[in-house]
């Protein structure tokens, strides 16, 4: 069984500045895949970056970013330049079948 | 390419009654997902059909829960009877690919009270 922890159920950012989402989880499998999810207000999931475990380079996708550390099994995703609409709930899930509890952003004008 | 479909957006019922939701997911993917997304809470799997087949619901409280995907494109999630502790959004996601690292494409979600 695999377990996630967000343990930042809340983070505030100042539009233009970085912010850091943390999550760690536990997993016994050695080849995996995890993602970052945004969850807005109209609650459509969307993807916002995944990570193949097997890769020590960590991925990228513009403005998002993650650091991902698998020994200390910390996966946690760095926004640039925050925008508006970057303010959502945002779930960490090392895999499909597991999400954490969320942490919800807000992006300060 | 059209999303993930899923009706109804809303449903109110009383406990102890009867509630289905639809889910018609994106044309081709093999793989779909009902998850339970409780207020204030990330989604939990309830069950993952492939084509027809399930590959896990041990998270599907069966004794009220049920779900079909016939002939491997839409699928429909049944409660009954209702409890209070049902309320959720319940979502839908279909995935394409085989690989672990195709993308999951949700549904807006079917909200349910129950009274």
């Known amino acids: 069984a695999q377990t996630v922890t967000q343990s930042q159920p809340e983070m505030s950012v100042q539009e233009a500045e970085t912010v850091t989402l943390s999550c760690t989880y536990d997993t016994s499998e050695s080849d995996y895949y995890l993602f970052w999810y945004k969850q807005p207000p109209s609650r459509q999931m969307i993807l916002v970056i995944r990570?193949?475990?097997?890769?020590?380079q960590n991925a990228t996708e513009n403005r998002f970013s993650v650091n991902f550390q698998k020994a200390a099994k910390s996966f946690s995703l760095k926004i640039s330049d925050s925008q508006l609409g970057d303010a959502a709930m945002y779930f960490c899930?090392?895999?499909?079948?597991?999400f954490g509890e969320g942490t919800q952003l807000t992006v300060n004008p | 390419e059209a999303g993930v479909a899923q009706s109804p957006r809303y449903k109110i019922i009383e406990k102890r009654q009867s509630v289905a939701f639809w889910c018609n997911p994106i044309?081709?993917?093999?793989?779909l997902y009902w998850y339970q997304q409780i207020l204030g809470q990330g989604p939990k799997l309830l069950i993952q059909f492939q084509n027809n087949g399930v590959v896990d619901d041990s998270q599907l409280p069966k004794d009220r829960f049920s779900a079909e995907r016939l002939k491997g494109v839409d699928s429909t999630l049944k409660i009954q009877p209702a409890k209070l502790e049902d309320s959720a959004v319940y979502l839908c996601?279909?995935?394409?690919?085989?690989?672990?690292?195709?993308?999951?494409?949700f549904g807006p979600g079917t909200r349910l009270t129950v009274l």
């Open positions: 044309s081709g993917h093999a793989t």
């Open positions: 996601a279909s995935r394409g690919g085989v690989s672990g690292g195709y993308e999951q494409f």
């Open positions: 990570q193949e475990a097997y890769k020590q």
């Open positions: 899930a090392p895999s499909r079948l597991t």
